[in-house]
């Protein structure tokens, strides 16, 4: 423990902002790091808690409290080791994780939680700074071939620990580029995209080989992989879109929000309009845009359409509001149900909640609104309050309304691994192993829509499971 009274000397103090109207001018990151100085006051925070109910929270069993100490210490070079030792990608998570840690530090008791990502997030993007972050080749080879199919995190993490474990390992992905919804999914102005290259040019010094714009079960089959690979892993994320089956939804300014996001995150890789938008140029410019679906992707459509130019924006979301502030005798030190207001709804977006949508209104094959009612819950059901229907205006409607499962046709349905009641792949979290011997599974495509830490989590115990079932023993950590 750092400092034994840093918690009862100083407040929480996070990173901040650039002021939302300059920033929606363009895609950039936008959050200003604290100083390194103020980041060591911030991590004397730390009580070390004897049970350090932070561990609780987060996934990859971060050592928070070992790496605050090391940081209140100005040790910043062991305190990066010690992050590398459970995550591999802590500038991703330092980014993008909604922090379950934070929620469950015992300093949240009072609303005061250590700032656990911003200092996580330091710690990996001084190492890259300093040069500290290099490619770590395995010394000895084993000879084994591993297959990873999705270069999601999941993907990612899990070929990263196998090459370290001295197996030659191929990713393959279907996109043109690495990253999965780190890639497409998630704006720029979250996470840039230069942060997924230095990590690719690091893997492939450690031996993974990459190769995109190959989709498994199309371009090469389950089968060619069984030939040439002694294992193969599949991380090809949760991708079936939850469709909205209502009238006038097959309008044509009816888009599916990762079409959109994926389009814009290609204009900002400097790709051509042809490429980013090979089936037509979708924007929000001038639009009055309704987004139905009040989680992470509605959240990035919102942040999006307004840098966008959008004239309008209106996020529905058929749960009813969540209570400001949670109740912490309830629910600490578990995630709590409450209402989030993400930096993308600071830049301007109305929200409504409980809100059911009806039909497409439109006129010349064109999506002129949306008609929604009202509903309460009762009892778990929902109920339409009558009388209480209405119509927004709308020029396009993004549907962000979550991911069914992964998609079947293709990969799955060649491999024909058994899935699970809710159409995951089956394979349990100790050897992660499917139906079939050869085949394990990992990531949003066993577990269903779901996290980035949980997904690195995922690869990272796949890759133990992968590295056992061919060596018989392995060394790389749970
Ligand atoms: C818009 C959006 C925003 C999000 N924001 C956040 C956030 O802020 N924080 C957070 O923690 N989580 C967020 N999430 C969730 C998070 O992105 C996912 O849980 C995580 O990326 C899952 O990782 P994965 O590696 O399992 O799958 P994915 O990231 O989905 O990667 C799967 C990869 O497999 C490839 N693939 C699939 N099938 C094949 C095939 N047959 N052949 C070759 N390649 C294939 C895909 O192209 C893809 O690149 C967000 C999700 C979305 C959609
Ligand atoms: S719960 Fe909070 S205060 Fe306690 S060890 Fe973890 S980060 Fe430190």
């Not at 058994?418 to 066993?446: H, P, Q």
Request: one cysteine or more.
């Amino acid at each position: 423990m750092g400092k034994e009274t840093g918690f009862l000397e100083l407040d929480r103090e996070d990173r901040s902002y650039e002021d939302p109207q300059e920033r929606i001018k363009n895609y950039k990151e936008f959050a200003i790091p604290l100083p390194a100085e103020k980041l060591k006051n911030q991590a004397s925070r730390c009580m070390n808690c004897g049970i350090p109910y932070c561990h609780n929270g987060c996934p990859v069993n971060n050592m928070i409290p070992d790496w605050n100490h090391l940081v209140y210490e100005d040790d910043w070079r062991e305190a990066l080791d010690n992050l590398h030792s459970t995550n591999n990608f802590p500038e991703f998570t330092g980014r993008v994780c909604p922090a379950p840690c934070e929620a469950a530090c015992t300093l949240n008791i009072v609303d005061q939680p250590v700032t656990i990502k911003s200092i996580e997030c330091a710690i990996a993007d001084r190492g890259w700074k300093e040069g500290w972050i290099v490619p770590r080749p395995a010394l000895t080879k084993t000879g084994k071939r591993v297959a990873v199919v999705g270069s999601g995190p999941a993907g990612l993490a899990c070929a990263q620990q196998l090459a370290r474990a001295g197996h030659s390992v191929t990713v393959f992905e279907k996109s043109d580029r690495l990253g999965g919804l780190l890639r497409y999914g998630i704006p720029d102005f979250k996470m840039e995209k230069h942060l997924i290259n230095r990590r690719a040019v690091q893997m492939e010094a450690e031996g993974v080989t990459f190769r995109t714009s190959t989709e498994v079960g199309v371009d090469i089959s389950i089968k060619s992989l069984k030939e040439n690979f002694d294992a193969i892993v599949l991380a090809g994320g949760a991708e079936d879109p939850r469709g909205l089956n209502i009238p006038g939804a097959e309008l044509p300014g009816v888009r599916l929000a990762m079409e959109f996001l994926t389009q814009q995150n290609k204009r900002n890789a400097g790709d051509s309009e042809e490429r980013a938008a090979p089936r037509g140029t979708l924007t929000a410019t001038g639009k009055d845009v309704i987004v139905i679906g009040g989680g992470d992707t509605g959240s990035d459509c919102v942040g999006t359409s307004n840098r966008q130019g959008a004239k309008s924006v209106t996020q529905i979301e058929i749960m009813p509001k969540p209570p400001e502030k949670e109740n912490k005798a309830l629910t600490w030190p578990n995630w709590p149900m409450k209402l989030r207001t993400s930096s993308s709804h600071e830049e301007g977006a109305e929200r409504d909640w409980a809100v059911l949508t009806k039909e497409v209104v439109g006129e010349d094959g064109k999506v002129t609104g949306l008609r929604c009612v009202r509903i309460e819950w009762v009892g778990g059901q929902m109920q339409e309050i009558e009388g209480s229907e209405f119509v927004l205006p709308a020029d396009l409607i993004l549907l962000a309304m979550g991911f069914v499962g992964p998609v079947k046709a293709g990969m799955l349905d060649q491999s024909g691994v058994k899935l699970t009641e809710r159409g995951n792949v089956d394979a349990n979290t100790l050897d992660y192993r499917t139906s079939d011997d050869m085949i394990f599974a990992c990531g949003d495509m066993r577990r269903g829509q779901s996290l980035i830490v949980w997904a690195i989590r995922e690869g990272r115990q796949a890759a133990r499971a992968v590295d056992e079932a061919l060596m018989g023993v392995t060394e790389l950590p749970r």
